[in-house]
Each structure stands twice: as C-alpha cells, then as structure tokens.
C-alpha cells in the first residue's frame, strides 16, 4: 500500500493548525473504508482543555459525514521527529479503527515516516466488547 497521497495530505493540514498557545502545529489525514480522505488539525482554545488534536479532528470530520471506518491514519506534528499521537486521540482511533492492525503512519517529512500499527500503539484497549456484557 502507498500512503504518499494520505502523508501529503497530513502535512498540507498542519498548516491550518490554529495554535496561538502551544505554537504547535499538527496535521492528521484519515482514510476511509471508501477510499476517501479526511484531514484535521489541531484547534486551541484560550481554555486549554477545549483544544481539538488533529487527529480527532480528522476522525470527527470523517464520522461526521458518514464514514466510521478508518483503515489508516497519517500524523505530522514537529518536524524534527516522529510526532506520537496521545492517549485520547488513540482510543478516539481505536473506536473507529478497521482492525487492531490498521497502520498508523508517524510522519517526520515526505520522505521520512514511520508505520506502527494501533495494536501497538494502544495495546489491550477498551473497547465496545468491553461493554457487552
Ligand atoms: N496535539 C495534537 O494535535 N495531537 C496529538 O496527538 C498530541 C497533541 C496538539 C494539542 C495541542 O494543540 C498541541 O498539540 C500541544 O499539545
């Protein structure tokens, strides 16, 4: 699989990141079971905990438009290294996620990226089986 369309599309997000606090920035594209692309960056808010993560911005623009499976998800954050993504934003992945194996790609620039999967970013996770009791 190629992902140089969904990492393209990562760091072109980033550049709309609104970080007047952290200064900051981060991109994320999602793809979709369908092929499509969602992207986000991070949103801060004078309170701080009101900040949007790029990547929830991606999932939350995806969902919101009909598309709740994601089969990869491209991050770019400091571009002098491979920017992990959060806790939250993991377990926000994880709800959405194809499988535990879907590729999460850790972008330093276009030519430097690497690939983990969400199991091992976000092993033995709670999840919607968790509830079914
Ligand atoms: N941030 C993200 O967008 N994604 C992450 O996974 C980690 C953190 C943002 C939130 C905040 O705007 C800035 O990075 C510093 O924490």
Redesign the pocket.
């Known amino acids: 699989m190629n992902y140089d369309k969904l990492i393209e599309n990562a760091i072109n997000a980033r550049s709309f990141a609104y970080?007047p606090y952290?200064k900051?920035q981060?991109g994320a594209a999602v793809l979709t079971e369908d092929d499509k692309i969602y992207t986000g960056c991070?949103i801060?808010n004078a309170s701080y905990g009101a900040?949007n993560?790029?990547?929830r911005t991606a999932i939350f623009k995806a969902v919101s438009e009909g598309h709740k499976v994601i089969k990869a998800i491209a991050?770019i954050?400091d571009l002098s290294t491979h920017?992990?993504?959060?806790g939250i934003?993991r377990q926000v992945i994880s709800e959405f996620a194809q499988s535990g194996d879907i590729p999460i790609i850790l972008i330093k620039n276009k030519e430097d990226f690497i690939i983990k999967t969400l199991d091992e970013m976000l092993p033995g996770s709670f999840t919607k089986k968790d509830l079914e009791l």
């Open positions: 970080v952290s900051f981060v991070n801060e900040t993560c790029a990547e991050i954050g920017t992990n993504p959060c934003c």
